[in-house]
């Protein structure tokens, strides 16, 4: 067994792995928010994360195979992690979480901002980018566990029920 350790590469591929799911648990622990929900304080958070764990991973070899022993044993890991949560959903939640319900009827809930991690100018924000102008209009937003909020709105409610009732009349045309 000690033999095995003294590879290098098996070396890094095991210290890749450590500090991959190191910085899943952190993120996990520290914070719901995903990539589409980053500010300029996450990314340069997530930019200087990635810059020092680097020489943990590669344990000083700069070469082209030291570097791609790394990349690989990620995607590896990465590719194992993604199989699992799809056969057992209830690891998948336990990594990602559950979806958090932000506004409700038109009325915030600063609670679970608070648990999100998210402030009310953000959620005013992704409320602007579906097209609503104010919260009172929204009937449901909510921070998926991807890292984007969902906004349900009366005008959506609307225009879905208009699609139901031009699908009718295509249906009793037929």
């Known amino acids: 067994m000690m033999e095995i350790l003294h590879n290098p590469y098996l070396r890094i591929v095991l210290s890749s792995v450590a500090v991959y799911v190191f910085i899943i648990l952190a993120i996990r622990l520290f914070g719901k928010k995903e990539l589409s929900q980053l500010s300029v304080f996450d990314l340069v958070f997530i930019l200087l994360i990635s810059n020092a764990v680097q020489n943990a991973m590669v344990l000083g070899d700069n070469t082209l195979f030291g570097g791609i022993a790394a990349a690989l044993s990620l995607f590896v890991v990465n590719y194992i992690l993604k199989k699992l949560q799809l056969k057992f959903p209830k690891f998948g939640k336990l990594v990602q979480g559950d979806a958090i319900m932000l506004v ?4 915030m809930i600063p609670s679970h901002l608070r648990m999100a991690g998210i402030s009310e100018d953000e959620v005013l924000q992704a409320i602007r980018e579906h097209g609503v102008a104010k919260v009172s209009e929204v009937d449901l937003a909510v921070l998926e566990v991807d890292g984007n909020i969902s906004v349900l709105s009366n005008d959506f409610k ?11 009349v295509l249906s009793e045309q037929n």
């Not at 409700?104 to 009325?107: I, L, Q």
């Not at 609307?158 to 009718?168: I, L, V």
């Open 104 to 107: 409700y009827h038109g009325h």
């Open 158 to 168: 609307k225009r879905t029920h208009r699609r139901r009732k031009a699908h009718k």
